[in-house]
């Protein structure tokens, strides 16, 4: 079964510095890979996805991740956060064998502090 | 604005009563699906519905069954309701033979508090 994890359940920074939020992926095959981020009493709002090609993959909101096959991860990353960039994020999986059904992560919470 | 519209945003019901969630997705979008996201769960996948037909089912109760419409909104219907059914429910639409169908866009959620 496809499956990610989010190693940490919350991540502090000030505002300014570099965020980082971990997801680790377990797949058969080649990952279809998403980031996901939700505001308070909001949907998710789409990130951005790995599905081939270059490993760093651009975003929206200045996010970019790091997509590493030896080291199956996919971590998000900002060069310089925002307070507005406090959220939960969650990491997914697209699982190819039902649908295109997303697993999820169990989150991160990023806190950004001024 | 992802453009999934979820019906209604809070609902509050008692246990044992049925209730039904409404989404309607993005325009052109064939598939429709439904999460659910709850404290002890996190986001679990219930069901997805392409053009009217059920593609893919989850961990979806028995209590619990869905539709998609001809016009492909789509409704999720919670029968026997427990303490346990609270949660708040996710509508997503996804695109189908463009770049872009693997993503998938995010209603706002209803919140159902069972009481």
């Known amino acids: 079964a496809q499956s990610v994890a989010q190693p940490e359940d919350q991540v502090n920074v000030a505002e300014g510095n570099p965020l980082t939020v971990k997801c680790t992926y377990s797949?058969?095959?080649?990952?279809?890979l998403f980031w996901y981020v939700q505001y308070p009493n909001r949907g998710l709002q789409f990130l951005l996805k790995y599905i081939t090609g270059d490993n760093l993959v651009k975003g929206s909101y200045g996010f970019e991740a790091e997509f590493n096959k030896s080291q199956t991860s996919f971590h998000l990353k900002k060069p310089s956060a925002l307070v507005s960039d406090s959220a939960l994020y969650f990491c997914a999986v697209r699982d190819k064998a039902a649908g295109n059904k997303l697993t999820f992560g169990g989150g991160t919470r990023v806190l950004v502090k001024p | 604005d992802s453009g999934v519209t979820q019906t209604p945003k809070h609902l509050i019901t008692a246990t044992g009563q049925r209730v039904t969630l409404r989404c309607s997705p993005r325009?052109?979008?064939?598939?429709v699906y439904w999460y659910q996201q709850s404290l002890d769960q996190g986001l679990q996948f219930l069901i997805q519905?392409?053009?009217?037909?059920?593609?893919a089912k989850g961990n979806i109760l028995e209590r619990f069954s869905a539709q998609q419409f001809p016009d492909l909104h789509s409704e999720l219907n919670l029968s026997s309701l427990e303490l346990g059914d609270s949660a708040l429910y996710f509508c997503a639409s996804s695109a189908t033979g463009t770049p872009r169908e693997y993503e998938q866009y995010f209603g706002p959620g209803t919140r159902l508090t069972v009481t």
């Open positions: 797949v058969s095959g080649n990952p279809y």
């Open positions: 325009s052109g979008d064939l598939s």
């Open positions: 519905y392409y053009n009217g037909e059920e593609r």
